[in-house]
C-alpha cells in the first residue's frame, strides 16, 4: 500500500512538472487553407494599404492558417506561392503569437511542407520584438506577428553574390501575398524593415545565418 501511494505521488509530480513546462518543440497542424474566395486579386491589388491600428479581437488560426500558406505554403505541384530562384526556398517563417484562439501565446516556425506550426518558445515575445523594432507600437499590439526571414547560403550556393539579391526578391514576393491575402480577410497589417537584426534572432531563439527580412503585424481592421 505505502508504495502505491509513493508511485501515484510521483506520478502526481510528473504531471504537474509536464504542465508547468509545456513541450516547445510541439507541432500544431493548421487547417487546410482556402483556395477560393470572393474576393478578386484585382480587388485587393487596389484597395491593399498598410494598417497599423488593430481591433482588440483574437486571431482565429483559421486566418493565421491562411496567412502562413498565403506567405509560404505549399501549391499543388510542390512548389510555393512565392517564386524562388532555382526553387531554392530562402525562406523560414516564424510567428509571434499574442492573442490568438486555438494558439497559445509563444513563438511558432511554420513548417510548409506539412503546414504545420513547430512551438520553438512558449511565451509571449511581443513587448520584446516592439523594442528591437525602435519602439513600433503596433508590433507589441498586434494580437500576432509574422516574422520573415531568410538564409542565403541556399541560394548563394548555387547563385554566389547574386543570390543575396534573390533572397531579397523573395522576401518581397512573400511579403506581398501576406498583404494581398490580409486584406481579403479584413486583416491589417504593415511591413516592418527597421529593427536590430541581431535582437530580432536573439528573441526569436533563431540561428544566426537566419537573416531576419520583415515583421508583419497582424490584426483584424
Known amino acids: ?15 504537474c512538472v509536464k504542465m508547468n513546462n509545456p513541450n516547445p518543440n510541439e507541432t500544431i497542424k493548421l487547417p487546410k487553407p482556402v483556395l477560393k474566395s470572393d474576393v478578386s486579386v484585382e480587388e485587393a491589388l487596389k484597395n491593399r494599404r498598410s494598417v497599423r491600428e488593430y ?4 486571431l482565429s ?3 493565421i492558417s491562411q496567412i502562413l500558406w ?14 524562388s530562384a532555382g526553387a531554392l526556398y530562402a525562406l523560414e517563417i516564424y510567428i509571434a503569437a499574442g492573442e490568438a484562439n486555438e494558439l ?13 506550426l ?11 520584438l516592439g523594442t528591437a523594432a525602435y519602439g513600433q507600437e503596433w508590433v507589441s499590439q498586434a494580437p500576432a506577428s509574422l516574422v520573415i526571414t531568410g538564409i542565403y547560403k541556399r541560394i548563394t550556393q548555387k ?7 534573390y533572397t531579397h526578391l523573395e522576401a518581397g514576393h512573400a511579403a506581398q501575398n501576406v498583404y494581398l491575402q490580409a486584406y481579403s480577410l479584413n486583416i491589417g497589417t504593415v511591413f516592418v524593415g527597421a529593427f536590430t537584426d541581431s535582437r530580432v534572432q536573439q528573441i526569436l531563439g533563431v540561428p544566426k545565418d537566419h537573416v531576419p527580412f520583415a515583421i508583419m503585424p497582424l490584426g483584424y481592421k
Do not use: F, W
Not at 500500500?1 to 504531471?15: D, G
Not at 481591433?55 to 483574437?58: L, R, S, V
Not at 547563385?159 to 539579391?165: H, L, T, V
Open 159 to 165: 547563385y554566389r553574390a547574386r543570390g543575396k539579391q
Open 55 to 58: 481591433k482588440n479581437k483574437p
Open 61 to 63: 488560426l483559421k486566418d
Open 1 to 15: 500500500m505505502k508504495k502505491a501511494v509513493i508511485i501515484l505521488a510521483l506520478l502526481l509530480v510528473c504531471a
Open 118 to 128: 513547430e512551438k520553438i518558445k512558449d511565451r509571449d515575445i511581443r513587448k520584446e
Open 104 to 116: 497559445d501565446k509563444g513563438v511558432y516556425h511554420y513548417l510548409p511542407e506539412s503546414h504545420s
Open 70 to 83: 498565403a506567405c509560404q505554403g505549399i501549391t499543388g505541384d510542390g512548389k510555393r506561392t512565392a517564386p
